[in-house]
């Protein structure tokens, strides 16, 4: 087990207080990026680290009769995202390590990973599984923090500090795994606090 994994099985009930502790700022770009995914009725959406399941909630509601398939290596965090769900009929959870999908190639309309690749050990085997499974010309959207610069470091360093040491989590750049993979960088979004890429299979 890692010391990811045993960190949100530990700390689960704690992690949606960070949603009121970025006053929202998360669930706003959540939203934004799955826009961007511009998905349909009728498809079928993979939530990479999926967490508390707030993501695959935005997104069983946005594109009406899809079926999204929600994954994470946390128990602890599945369960509350099942609660959350709980009236959600379009939404499968399955517990598994994101970088070993136990899925076919080219299956799913698009995918989504918020606040996900600044956590997971191997954001590049995270991503070249995503491409895997995703079909050709369809969007992954990620979303993940960057390390606050400017003004905004005198605000949120406190904070983004707090939030690498509980939730074991780091700053990345994808630029190098990206450009190993058959994507295309659609949008680029500067957050301010994060960073959001979306990408679409070659
Ligand atoms: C910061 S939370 C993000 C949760 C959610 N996507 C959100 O928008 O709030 C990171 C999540 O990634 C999961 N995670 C980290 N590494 C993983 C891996 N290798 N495979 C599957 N899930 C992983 C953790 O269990 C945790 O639920």
């Given at each position: 087990m890692t010391a990811t994994k045993r960190t949100y099985d530990r700390l689960a009930i704690l992690y949606d207080l960070d949603d009121a502790m970025f006053f929202g700022l998360k669930q706003m770009w959540r939203k934004k990026i799955i826009d961007d995914l511009n998905v349909e009725k009728g498809q079928f959406i993979l939530d990479i680290a999926t967490g508390t399941g707030r993501a695959a909630k935005i997104l069983s509601k946005r594109a009406e009769h899809a079926q999204i398939v929600a994954i994470d290596f946390s128990k602890s965090m599945m369960d509350i995202a099942r609660i959350r769900n709980?009236?959600?009929?379009?939404i499968a959870f399955i517990l598994c390590d994101a970088a070993h999908l136990p899925f076919k190639d080219g299956i799913f309309d698009a995918a989504s990973c918020m606040c996900g690749m600044d956590t997971v050990d191997d954001p590049g085997g995270v991503i070249s599984e995503a491409t895997r499974v995703l079909k050709k010309k369809k969007r992954f959207g990620m979303m993940y923090f960057r390390k606050p610069k400017g003004w905004v470091k005198y605000i949120f360093a406190p904070l983004m500090k707090y939030y690498n040491i509980v939730w074991k989590t780091g700053y990345v750049d994808l630029s190098t795994i990206i450009a190993g993979q058959p994507l295309t960088i659609i949008k680029n979004r500067d957050l301010i606090l994060a960073d959001a890429l979306v990408v679409e299979k070659k």
């Open positions: 709980w009236n959600r009929d379009n």
